[in-house]
């Protein structure tokens, strides 16, 4: 008997190890866009606003801000930074543009797989805005937007952006 008891906890000895090889797989690792300001602390969004609303825009003005993208996942994507305001005279003065590119209101960057990346967005008011921008103050927000690349970069802006005022192409 004490063979058979032998053989029975052998056996159950087998199949436990089986079992917990099979459901330990392999590790996946957390697939996720994360944002920083600093490029050292990973957050699922950015901690603070990119704009102080406090600051008085003039026709001319420039400014850049700037945040750090993570795409922690296996697959490339696309960050997009639009321009966000309640006053319509504002949104149309305003372009943003990272490296360059820009759909007037709204800008765009390629991420690839792993990469972590500093992105500069540059807002500038057009020479050209008008008075109603002068007498007047707005909060002006830059949305920041992840992508996966099924659909055209800023898309819903590529009309908009040929309608605004002093929009860099």
């Known amino acids: 008997m004490t063979h058979n008891v032998s053989v029975v906890a052998a056996a159950g000895c087998v199949v436990l190890a089986i079992v917990v090889l099979i459901g330990a797989g392999t590790a996946r690792t957390v697939q996720a866009v994360s944002y920083s300001s600093d490029g050292r602390a990973w957050l699922p969004a950015l901690s603070e ?19 750090h993208i993570h795409n922690g996942t296996d697959a490339d994507g696309r960050v997009q930074v639009i321009l966000d305001s309640d006053n319509p ?29 500093r ?20 909060a002006i927000d830059l949305v920041v937007e992840w992508d996966d690349r099924t659909t055209p970069a800023c898309s819903e802006f590529l009309g908009r952006g040929l309608e605004q005022e002093g929009a860099q192409r």
């Open 89 to 117: 005279a504002f949104t149309r003065a305003l372009s943003v543009s990272i490296a360059g590119q820009s759909f007037g209101a709204c800008a765009q960057a390629d991420v690839a797989a792993g990469e972590k990346r």
């Open 119 to 138: 992105i500069d967005a540059t807002i500038t008011m057009a020479d050209s805005a008008g008075n109603d921008t002068r007498a007047s103050s707005a």
């Open 49 to 67: 606003p990119l704009l102080d609303n406090g600051i008085r825009w003039v026709p001319g003005d420039s400014r850049t801000s700037q945040f």
